[in-house]
């Protein structure tokens, strides 16, 4: 601003200077009379320069005043703006010692609540070693007063500890098999409802899918003659043609009234057969004396255990089963001179193993597998004469030789119950094996023996207490047991199913399987008079 009004006052000064110079120049070249007129006009020029300087001088100072104005008005906003800051920061300032202050007071309480708490502890640990002794204390008392209650209540009851215990143990047995009673009722109903109608439609498809024999073929042991004059050529001189025979066969031969016919006994049915191939051939030769006898006797043999190799071969290849050993082959092909109940057995093992295929087939399991086990499962029953024990077992220890897989000998050992099965494969042999001996036609029985079987199957059932009567139905593959429903309730009746069940499997002899059936009802009688 300063400087703007010194510019203005040097310019005033400079045109001031200006004019007067050029009043003196005119006043010395010009006359006289041209003095008034310069003086007139250098007054003029200094009023207007006047004049000027003063309008310049009030522009300046505006301008000034406006910069003056702006600045101030720059300053009190920076000024403005640097308070508020600085408000700002003391209040953050200030909360944060606040902050830091409460923070204080919190350490100054915990620290005095740690304190409280330590004295509370150690007094709680006083309070609690008092405690201790005292229990310790109330333990050796009660100690005391059990004995001492024990005493009395074995004087009082007349019964041990021990006999006290197992009393109780008794009840909670009880009770724990009523309660599984249920569970299991419970839960047999459950499957049921499912798997007895899928089981069924499998077991029906399999049985209508295979179509097999009704009457199956069974060995004999009577051979025809041509006339009776060929008995005593047979016989020989002195016997020695039929001790010969006897003797190379191991066979009993029976020559007796009966016309044209000559009985072979003996319990080797292999050898059986033999004897009759061998009977057969000399006399279809005429030429018997007990060298000829030896000689047909061996060539019957080999002609035996060829067939019975190329029928265990047959066997395979119509079931579609390969790999399985010779020997084992072997034996599958000797079951064609065993019966079961005048079922053969080969023709057996053959639709049990189709029937285990089908299942198989149906269930979504291996299928050559299954009728693998359905053809070896009774395997045992070619060597069950020569060795002691139960056919299943035996037919499982020879395939266990002869390399066949775990499920194979499990399969075989589990169909008949000799092991619990573990597996479907076992499942299915145990169903296709039923199947294949139940079935119309399929085993005779002696009238004595059947007659026998259902007795022994009544007296069992009603050996249980609570069973009122039994009814053995089915041509006795079924036994009804009806019980006394005062005295067993629903949960006892299922226990007494499957005790009857284990008691028929200990001390019975059956072919397929049995089914027990416990029947209690309650029935309430009244008269309207």
């Given amino acids: 601003m300063s400087t703007y009004i010194m510019i203005s006052i040097i310019l005033v000064l400079v045109a001031g200077g200006a004019g007067y ?13 041209l003095v008034a007129n310069a003086e007139v006009t250098a007054a003029k020029v200094v009023e207007d320069a006047k004049r000027e300087a003063e309008v310049i001088t009030k522009e300046a100072a505006v301008q000034a005043k406006d910069e003056v104005y702006q600045a101030k008005a720059e300053f009190e906003r920076e000024t403005k703006e640097k308070r508020r800051d600085l408000q700002a920061l003391e209040k953050r300032l200030q909360q944060k010692e606040e902050n830091l202050d409460k923070k204080a007071d919190v350490l100054d309480q915990r620290d005095a609540d740690f304190l409280k708490r330590e004295q509370s502890m150690g007094q709680r640990e ?57 569970r299991i009722k419970l839960m047999e109903e459950e499957a049921k409802e499912t798997a007895d109608k899928k089981s069924k439609e499998i077991l029906a498809l399999a049985m209508q899918r295979y179509a097999g024999e009704y009457v199956a073929e069974r060995s004999v042991s009577v051979v025809a003659l041509p006339s009776d004059e060929m008995k005593g050529r047979i016989i020989g001189r002195e016997g020695r043609n039929i001790r010969a025979l006897e003797a190379a066969t191991g066979i009993d031969l029976i020559i007796d009234d009966t016309p044209e016919a000559v009985i072979l006994s003996g319990f080797n049915p292999v050898r059986r057969e033999v004897a009759k191939l061998s009977l057969q051939k000399l ?29 265990g071969d047959q066997a395979a290849f119509d079931l579609g089963v390969h790999g399985i050993h010779p020997e084992i082959l072997k034996l599958i092909g000797r079951l064609k001179y065993r019966t079961s109940y005048s079922q053969n057995v080969y023709q057996h093992s053959l639709e049990v193993a189709f029937l285990c295929g089908i299942m198989a087939a149906e269930l979504g399991i291996n299928v050559k597998q299954a009728k693998r086990a359905g053809l070896l499962h009774d395997l045992g029953k070619a060597v069950d004469h020569e060795i002691e024990g139960s056919h299943a077992v035996i037919g ?134």
């Fill in 21 to 33: 110079a050029v009043g003196n120049i005119l006043r010395k070249r010009l006359s006289d009379s």
């Fill in 126 to 182: 006083q309070g609690l070693t008092v405690k201790q002794q005292e229990l310790v204390q109330k333990e050796e008392n009660l100690d005391v007063l059990v004995a001492e209650q024990r005493a009395r209540l074995e004087q009082i009851s007349g019964m041990t500890s021990a006999e006290a215990k197992k009393v109780l143990m008794d009840a909670m047995e009880d009770e724990a098999k009523l309660d599984a009673a249920k």
């Fill in 283 to 311: 006399i279809a030769d005429g030429r018997i004396h007990p060298g000829r006898i030896e000689e047909v006797v061996a060539k019957a043999e080999e002609e035996i255990e060829q067939a019975m190799k190329e029928a």
């Fill in 396 to 529: 499982a220890e020879i395939a266990k030789k002869y390399g066949e897989s775990p499920k194979i000998v499990h399969a075989i050992m589990a169909h008949h119950e000799d092991e619990k099965p573990a597996s479907v494969l076992a499942i299915l042999v145990q169903a296709a094996d039923a199947l294949s001996g139940a079935r119309p036609g399929a085993r005779r029985e002696m009238m004595e023996t059947y007659v026998k079987r259902l007795d022994d199957l009544e007296r069992i059932a009603t050996s249980f207490d609570g069973v009122t009567n039994s009814f053995a139905i089915q041509a006795g593959r079924e036994i009804r047991v009806m019980v006394a429903s005062e005295q067993v309730s629903d949960e006892r009746a299922l226990f007494l199913a499957k005790d009857i069940a284990k008691k028929i499997e200990n001390e019975m002899t059956y072919p397929g399987q049995i089914k027990v059936n416990v029947i209690r009802e309650t029935r309430a009688t009244e008269y309207a008079r």
